[in-house]
């Protein structure tokens, strides 16, 4: 028997998010259905729906970051029982025989992941619903256990937020005697710098005004720089050996790279609608790199929040109704959180 789930759905690119009533289907041999508490918002949500990257699927139900409980497990299910406490992210499911999948890199998956929503299960006609939604079922082997004593709430920006900071920082060096900077601080910026921070790293934050300096520093960076001032900008040149540019719109990497000293390295995460034009010498000047990276494998993604537990890393979050996620949608848009909103599900009723 499939599971009711109402959920909060898209109909279209220009129309508000609406109820929106979907069945999830009856946990399979190796599935897990979860009752979801909690799921952040975002700005990849807003993106989707409102077609920034191109013509997506409809109705859409966004939701990437969802933590819960575990309500019924599959016959054949050895990690998880009744009752647990566990995360799902930005995937469903991938080919799991591929090279990047044999990985652990199911991001990469060369037969294309089942993203958690705008996408499509390993058949390739079955639409998937996100986790602005009651309940969801999953098979096991992409979901992830939420350690002990994290409080869920705080936790569940982690499942996107967490592990697209987590994964650069820690495959491009960040670490004791690095310097790092955060541009863009928002829902993955400030999960960014404490990650960041706990590593080791000397961190900076890179922001378009003064407005967020005093956060900045509560969250453990070390020093502030705004984009916007040119003069400032020219006096930090070389400075850096990472920069985490996770800006959500249009701006300027030119001078952002100038920034790197030789070697270093600019990760992109920011996904903005647009192409970012790159001036040849600002990298070819001291051998500087542009690089890029996606969410993060589900092995990795576990690591992450040990490792945020182990540390102490948790989002910063305003909890919201469902009822008003189109008012917090908007919010977002105008850099008005501070600094992920997250949905109580529990508000959510019929
Ligand atoms: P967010 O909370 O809206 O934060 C984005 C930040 O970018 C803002 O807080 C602001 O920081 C800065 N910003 C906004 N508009 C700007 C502009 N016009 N010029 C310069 N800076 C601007 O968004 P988020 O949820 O953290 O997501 C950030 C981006 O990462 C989005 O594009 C999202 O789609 C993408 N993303 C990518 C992955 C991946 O796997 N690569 C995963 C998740 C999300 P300041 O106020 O400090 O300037
Ligand atoms: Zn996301
Ligand atoms: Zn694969």
Not at 150 to 177: E, V
Not at 190 to 201: K, T
Not at 304 to 315: K, P, R, S, W
Not at 329 to 349: G, H, Q, S
Request: proline letters at 5%.
């Amino acid at each position: 028997m499939p599971h009711p789930a109402l959920s909060y759905a898209a109909p279209s690119a220009k129309a508000p998010l609406a109820p929106f009533k979907l069945d999830r289907r009856a946990p399979g041999t190796t599935d897990v259905l979860i009752e979801i508490a909690y799921c952040g918002v975002c700005h990849s949500d807003l993106h989707q729906a409102r077609e920034d990257w191109g013509p997506a699927l409809f109705p859409m139900v966004p939701g990437h970051e969802m933590v819960g409980h575990v309500t019924a497990v599959g016959a054949q299910v050895g990690k998880f029982k009744v009752g647990d406490r566990v995360g799902v992210g930005c995937m469903l499911d991938s080919c799991r025989r591929c090279e990047s999948c044999a990985a652990g890199e199911e991001q990469f998956c060369s037969a294309g992941a089942s993203m958690s929503y705008n996408g499509y299960e390993q058949d390739g006609k079955t639409m998937t619903f996100g986790g602005y939604s009651q309940r969801i079922t999953v098979d096991e082997a992409f979901v992830v256990r939420v350690p002990e004593g994290m409080p869920l709430d705080r936790a569940a920006p982690l499942l996107c937020a967490g592990i697209t900071t987590y994964s650069p920082l820690k495959r491009f060096g960040a670490g004791p005697g690095k310097r790092v900077a955060v541009m863009g601080l928002g829902g993955l910026g400030h999960v960014g710098v404490r990650v960041a921070r706990a590593m080791g790293a000397e961190v900076t934050v890179i922001s378009t005004s003064q407005s967020k300096r005093a956060d900045a520093a509560e969250l453990g960076a070390q020093d502030f720089l705004v984009s916007t001032d040119p003069k400032a900008m020219k006096a930090a040149a070389g400075r850096f050996d990472l920069i985490l540019d996770t800006v959500s719109a249009v701006h300027d990497l030119n001078s952002a790279l100038n920034l790197l000293r030789t070697d270093g390295t600019l990760v992109l995460v920011g996904v903005p609608e647009q192409a970012l034009p790159v001036q040849p010498f600002a990298l070819i000047g001291r051998r500087r790199r542009l690089a890029g990276s996606l969410i993060g494998g589900i092995a990795e993604t576990q690591e992450m929040l040990d490792f945020c537990a182990e540390h102490g890393v948790l989002a910063d979050i305003e909890t919201v109704a469902m009822a008003d996620i189109n008012q917090a949608w908007e919010r977002l848009l105008k850099n008005d959180v501070r600094y992920r909103f997250v949905i109580d599900m529990a508000t959510l009723k019929a």
